[in-house]
């Protein structure tokens, strides 16, 4: 069964960096980290849960929300079996519970969250 694990969260001020990380494993069944897309999500008090970014299998090809596009970026290391998310100039509206997703083929693979927190 494949595990998915956040860490990296906490509490910024706005302006301020945090770089996520998402740990993945057992995959001793399913493949191998490098064939599945990470994705980072985030859900607010009181809001739907919303897609961040996306990085894709193989090529890598990324895909982010408008609403973050310059100030986050999100990378995969194989090598690792761990997906990032550096985020930059932090805003109070980025404060929410951030969500790693590993999915292939229709099989999706969720992480518990970690919080992350920008107020001065």
């Known amino acids: 069964q494949v595990q998915v694990v956040e860490s990296g969260g906490g509490l910024v001020q706005p302006g301020g960096s945090l770089r996520l990380s998402c740990a993945a494993s057992?995959?001793?069944?399913?493949?191998?980290?490098?064939?599945?897309?990470m994705s980072w999500y985030r859900q607010a008090p009181g809001k739907e849960r919303e897609l961040v970014a996306r990085?894709?299998?193989?090529?890598?090809?990324?895909d982010y929300a408008d609403s973050v596009k310059g100030r986050f970026t999100i990378s995969r290391d194989n090598s690792k079996n761990t997906a990032y998310l550096q985020m930059n100039s932090l805003k109070p509206e980025d404060t929410a519970v951030y969500y790693c997703?590993?999915?292939?083929?229709?099989?999706?693979?969720w992480g518990q969250g970690t919080q992350v927190t920008i107020s001065s």
């Open positions: 997703k590993a999915d292939r083929y229709g099989n999706e693979y």
């Open positions: 057992g995959f001793t069944f399913s493949g191998t980290f490098s064939t599945y897309s």
């Open positions: 990085i894709r299998a193989g090529g890598g090809s990324t």
